[in-house]
C-alpha cells in the first residue's frame, strides 16, 4: 500500500497544497495553510456502476403537499427568511463575537417551544447552566425548550434519533462539533465540511429544520471553507456595530425565498426586541435642520427605510493633502460622486477634506443614495442647510445625469408616511403620492441650484 501524502488545506478557501507556504496559491490569503488528514491513496480504481440501491424518482408535476412554513413568532426573524422555517431546511448564521447570535436564537427557540413545537438548542461553547442563566436573565426561564452542551456529532445525532423530530434543532456553534471518524482538531475544515455534512443530512431525512452558528473572520466573511455555504439552504448575517443599539439580520443567500429582505432589531436589557419601523430608529434627532444633512430613502427588499446622510467639509490650508473618510458607505463611490461635482458643477472639494456619515451606523448598498450624498455635501460645502421635510433619491452618472432607480412609489409612500413634504429625485419616478410633491431633476446642476435656493 502507497505511503500517505500530506497535504495542506486552507482554511478560507479549502484549497489543497502538497507542502506548507506562507500563502494559499489559490486565495491569496497568508498563514491559513494547515496540515490536514492524509488522503488515503488506493492502487486499484474503483467501479461505482454497479452496487448500490436504486434512486426512486419523483415526477415534478405530481400533485404532493407541499411543506408548510413553521413561523418562529419573531416576525423580523420570519421576514428575513421568507415568511418563516422550512421543514427540512439547514441555515447557517453568521456575524460578529458579541452581536447577539445566540440570544437572537435563542429566542427564536422559546418562541417555538411556547407554540407547541419541540425546540432543541444544543451549546458547544458553553455550559447547559450558562445557557440557562442567559435565558432568564432575558426572561425565558420558562420555555420547554431542551438545552444540552455537547460537542460530540456521533453523541447528538444518536440522541435526536431517539427522540421525536423536533421542529427547531440550533448547534452553537459548528466550530467546535467534531467527528471521531475524522482526524483533526475541531474548527478544521475537514472537521466543519464533515460535521455540517451529517447535521444537514439528519435534517433533511426527518424534517426538523437546523441552524448552524458560524464563526466569522476578522473581515467579517463567514470561516471555514466556503464549500459549507453551498451546502446549506440559507446563508444569514447579523450585522450591526456594538456601539448602536440596532441589529440587522440579512440573508445573503435563501433558496426558499428573497435575499433582499432584512429585519430589524434593538438590543436592549431584555434581548432583542423587534423594530417595526426602522425609519424613526435612523432618523431620530432631526428637529433642528443643519447643514450637511439628507434624508434618503433606502430600499431593503421590500422595506423601505428612511436614513440620514451627514456630509461635512473642512477647508485646508494650500498646499496640505486634504482627507476624504467615509462611514457607512463605498469610499470609492463617494470620490467619483466628488470628480463629477467637480468637473459637471464647478464646485472646488480638492482644498477641503470631505468626511461623509450614514446616520445610526446603517450601511448603504443602493445606487440611488447618489443624490441624497450630493446634495448634503453641497450643503456642507455651502454651509446651507436642506429643507428638513424633503427627501432625496436618484443615480449620478458620469455625465451628471439623474437616472431613475427602482421602487419610487414605494420610497415616496414611506416618505410621506415620516411627515415628509417633498421629495427630489429622477425625471420619470413621479406618482400622485397623497401628502408629498415631487420635483423632478433632471441634471446634477439643477440640484445645485436648488440647494442654493433654500429648496
Known sequence: MAKPKRRYVCQACGGVSPRWQGQCP?????????????????????????????????????????????????????????????PGSAILMGGDPGIGKSTLLLQAAARVANAGGDAVYISGEEAADQVRLRADRLGLGGAPIRLAAATSVRDILTTLNAMDTPALVVIDSIQTMYSDQIE????TVSQVRGCAFELI????????????????????TIAGPRVLEHMVDVVMSFEGERSHQYRILRALKNRFGAVDEIGVFAMAGAGLEEVANPSLLFLSGRENPVPGSAVFPALEGTRPVLVEIQALTVR??????????????????????????????????????????????????????????????????????????AAWFGEISLAGEVRPVAHAPIRLREAAKLGF????GPS??????????????????????RVMGGS
Not at 443530512?201 to 467579517?220: I, N
Open 26 to 86: 489559490d486565495c491569496g490569503e497568508w498563514s491559513t495553510l494547515q496540515e490536514d488528514a492524509p488522503e488515503t491513496v488506493f492502487s486499484s480504481k474503483h467501479d461505482l456502476s454497479s452496487g448500490g440501491r436504486p434512486v426512486a424518482f419523483v415526477a415534478l408535476d405530481q400533485p404532493v403537499k407541499l411543506p408548510q412554513r413553521r413561523k418562529t413568532g419573531l416576525a423580523e426573524f420570519d421576514r428575513a427568511l421568507g415568511g418563516g422555517l422550512v
Open 184 to 187: 483533526g482538531a475541531p474548527g
Open 201 to 220: 443530512r439528519y435534517a433533511k431525512a426527518s424534517g426538523a429544520a437546523l441552524v448552524l452558528v458560524g464563526h466569522v473572520t476578522k473581515d467579517g
Open 316 to 389: 485646508l490650508q494650500s498646499g496640505a493633502t486634504p482627507r476624504r473618510a467615509v462611514v457607512g458607505w463605498d469610499s470609492g463611490r463617494l470620490a467619483m460622486l466628488l470628480a463629477v461635482l467637480e468637473a459637471r458643477c464647478g464646485l472646488n472639494f480638492s482644498s477641503a477634506e470631505v468626511y461623509l456619515n450614514v446616520a445610526g451606523g446603517y450601511r448603504l448598498t443602493d445606487p440611488a443614495a447618489d443624490l441624497a450624498v450630493a446634495a448634503a455635501l453641497v450643503s456642507a460645502l455651502s454651509d446651507r442647510p436642506l429643507s428638513g421635510g
Open 421 to 424: 413634504d417633498k421629495a427630489h
Open 428 to 449: 420619470g419616478a413621479h406618482e400622485n403620492v397623497p401628502g408629498i410633491s415631487y420635483a423632478p431633476i433632471t441634471l446634477l446642476p439643477n440640484l445645485v441650484d
